[in-house]
């Protein structure tokens, strides 16, 4: 059971694209250092693409996900001469559920849905334009229809071509929240009940374009809007922030003149927005300088960071839509031009921390043009983008609706924040060796990380592995201290400890199978601990503590492959049961073994980075005292203050407290004057001062 426990976890690991490339020749210490491989920059890649063939062209235009866990996607289908309205039930797999296509009006001969929202009771709504070939007619068009897709109402909008809704919502409220561009005149945000009665119009302000690209719903029950307004023959990005009533609170636009700045899709974060675009420093005509373009803005507009993806990443490029994903981050895509012509024809995968700093990135091309223009996150990590695709055959211009997925992108904590970016290699060892300035603390988020070699693999032929460790003893679990992953779904190596069954163990992969070794001890005491695998070609050897404790001969040499070394597994993974919750801190790795199974005080690493009292002031005091201190890890702590004799005369603090810095005062009032010691006890940890108490 303990086996299959493991080996679950490990498989989970690999099918999430950790395998690393491996050289053919084992590690070359002078040639070697080491550095972190954060699990959230593992690029997630596209998996699968589906193209909605039919014997007309039929594309997409939006997307929206459904309360059911389906896709709807709406678009335009090809009849005849005819373009009709396109609205498709699709399901994670990819697979049609059904599939509608609406008339708006006899007159029209073009009629195309740009956008779709859910009421609460599953009924849809949607929007898009109706016009002749001549131009002769035109209309802006509202259609609602029930959970099948079978019409129960329409609406025109408006009869001006110039005059059109680009995009529509559903709000809290379950009211209709539409984006009115307005070409001649300045775009609106309107609001309908479910009847489409008119609520409130807010009118931007801007001459032409503003919050007609994308809605969505604030936090504080407000509107927030995206768009770009025309000037002349260039553009500013645009934004409009409006209250429940439609009052406007605050818009602004952005760009430069000269350039062609347009904003089409937002996400809102803590204190603001996260905005994306295109931006080009040339008139629309031109558009070999056209780049994604980033937006960080505060709550009031101001603007945080500002960024344009470098172009050696997908070349000339656009955003068109953006979300956040399962770890914090954000995923970014829309189209790529072909560096020799204007047509599109590849689609980017980009992912961005909230600093607009690059992670990863991916890309797809299969025709002639491709585009996406929706981006949804899973709940496995994974995501679906909905998109448009065309072929040219003969001077026909074919389209096809296009559903990409992508491969998991494994949710690891991504914030190390300073307590693992310090690893570096240290001392004399032949291999490689790393010190944690901090510990990791995996006890209240799901986190983790990988270390890798600039040669990308790990393959002593004889090696150590230590770390200091505690584990979260209110939490029966199994956890990876040190793993080294390969293709066979095992791990090469592995220290591991479980909570549940009360040991600690270390294992080896060789050409007979996994060999355990493990040892019945309490590993969740409420205390660090030092653990060290030693493995010298012929036996492997567990420490515990500071001794020997058990020895295993292996039969056939060990098995190595492809993959990182991954320090900390917290994982919720499906069908995985084996989860880490604790600190882990002082990771190292050597290819030297150690001396029989020995730990030679010498060579011991570092204790963990200490939890202290930083400072008591005033010093003397007369009645109460500021106590400051600095906790390097989670974790059960006492605060307690002491006579001279050691004798506990007052406890200030005793329970769980994260990692972090804190201040709290000791009232002495009760107290007689004299001398004091005040002391802060961890799982490992001490830390006192002296304070003289004058009355």
């Not at 335009?76 to 699709?90: F, H």
């Not at 019945?520 to 205390?527: I, K, L, Q």
């Amino acid at each position: 059971m303990r086996r299959s426990t493991l080996f679950s976890i490990l498989l989970l690991l690999f099918i999430s694209n950790l395998s690393l490339s491996q050289p053919n020749e084992p590690f070359e210490p002078d040639e070697t250092t080491l550095g972190l491989w954060h699990m959230e920059n593992v690029n997630p890649q596209f998996e699968n693409a589906i193209l909605f063939d039919d014997e007309a062209s039929q594309w997409f235009r939006s997307a929206i996900r459904t309360r059911d866990g389906n896709f709807l996607a709406v678009g335009a289908v090809q009849i005849g001469n005819i373009t009709r309205s396109l609205l498709m039930k699709i399901n994670p797999e990819g697979e049609v559920i059904w599939t509608r296509n609406y008339i708006y009006s006899d007159r029209a001969d073009e009629q195309v849905c740009d956008d779709v929202a859910e009421f609460e009771n599953g009924n849809i709504v949607m929007v898009g334009l109706a016009y002749s070939n001549d131009f002769r007619f035109s209309a802006s068009w509202l259609i609602i229809v029930d959970s099948e897709g079978e019409e129960i109402s329409s609406t025109e909008l408006s009869n001006n071509i110039e005059n059109s809704c680009s995009t529509v919502m559903v709000d809290n409220e379950d009211s209709i929240v539409l984006g009115y561009s307005r070409i001649m005149n300045s775009s609106q945000i309107r609001k309908y009940t479910r009847d489409v009665e008119l609520v409130w119009t807010f009118n931007a302000s801007n001459a032409s374009g503003g919050p007609d690209r994308e809605i969505i719903q604030t936090s504080d029950g407000g509107y927030f809007g995206v768009g770009w307004e025309y000037v002349a023959r260039n553009s500013y990005g645009c934004m409009s922030k409006v209250n429940i009533n439609g009052e406007l609170e605050w818009e602004r636009r952005y760009g430069l003149a000269g350039t062609m700045s347009i904003l089409r899709s937002m996400v809102e974060v803590e204190n603001g927005y996260i905005c994306v675009g295109s931006n080009s420093p040339q008139n629309y005509e031109n558009r070999e300088d056209t780049d994604i373009w980033l937006l960080s803005v505060n709550e009031d507009g101001e603007v945080i960071n500002e960024v344009t993806i470098d172009r050696e990443i997908f070349g000339r490029c656009k955003g068109y839509d953006i979300a956040q994903c399962n770890d914090g981050n954000f995923i970014i895509s829309g189209l790529i031009y072909d560096e020799n012509s204007s047509r599109q024809n590849g689609v980017p995968l980009l992912k961005v921390n909230r600093n607009l700093e690059v992670i990863s990135s991916d890309s797809f091309s299969e025709a002639d043009y491709s585009a996406v223009i929706r981006i949804f996150c899973n709940p496995d990590s994974t995501y679906t983008l909905f998109g448009d695709l065309r072929h040219y055959e003969n001077d026909n211009n074919i389209r096809r609706g296009l559903m990409l997925t992508t491969t998991t992108d494994y949710p690891w904590s991504t914030d190390f924040s300073g307590n693992g970016n310090d690893l570096r290699p240290e001392g004399d060892a032949d291999l490689c060796e790393g010190i944690w300035g901090e510990a990791l603390d995996l006890s209240n988020r799901n986190g983790g990380m990988a270390l890798v070699s600039d040669n990308e693999t790990l393959k002593p032929e004889q090696f150590r592995i230590e770390a200091w460790f505690n584990m979260d003893e209110e939490i029966p679990h199994t956890g990876v201290i040190v793993s080294k992953l390969i293709q066979e779904e095992f791990t090469s190596f592995q220290l591991y400890a479980d909570n549940d069954e009360g040991y600690i163990g270390f294992a080896v992969r060789n050409e007979n199978g996994e060999e355990f070794l493990e040892y019945d001890v309490d590993p969740a005491d409420g205390r660090w601990h030092y653990i060290a695998g030693d493995y010298d070609g012929e036996q492997m050897r567990l420490v515990w503590e500071n001794s020997f404790v058990d020895s295993l001969s292996v039969a056939g040499p060990i098995i190595y492959g492809d993959g990182p070394l991954v320090i900390g597994s917290n994982s919720d993974l499906p069908l995985s049961d084996l989860q880490f919750y604790g600190q882990i801190d002082e990771v190292m790795l050597s290819n030297s073994p150690l001396e029989g199974g020995s730990v030679p005080r010498e060579r011991r690493i570092l204790s963990p980075g200490e939890s202290v009292i930083s400072g008591v002031y005033p010093n003397p005091f007369n009645s109460e005292a500021a106590i400051e201190y600095s906790l390097s890890y989670s974790g059960n702590y006492t605060l307690t203050v002491n006579d001279l004799t050691g004798r506990e005369v007052a406890r200030i603090f005793q329970g769980w407290k994260n990692s972090g810095e804190y201040k709290t005062v000791w009232d002495a009032k009760d107290f007689g004057s004299g001398t004091y010691l005040i002391r802060l006890g961890g799982v490992s940890d001490r830390s006192m001062k002296v304070v003289n108490l004058v009355k």
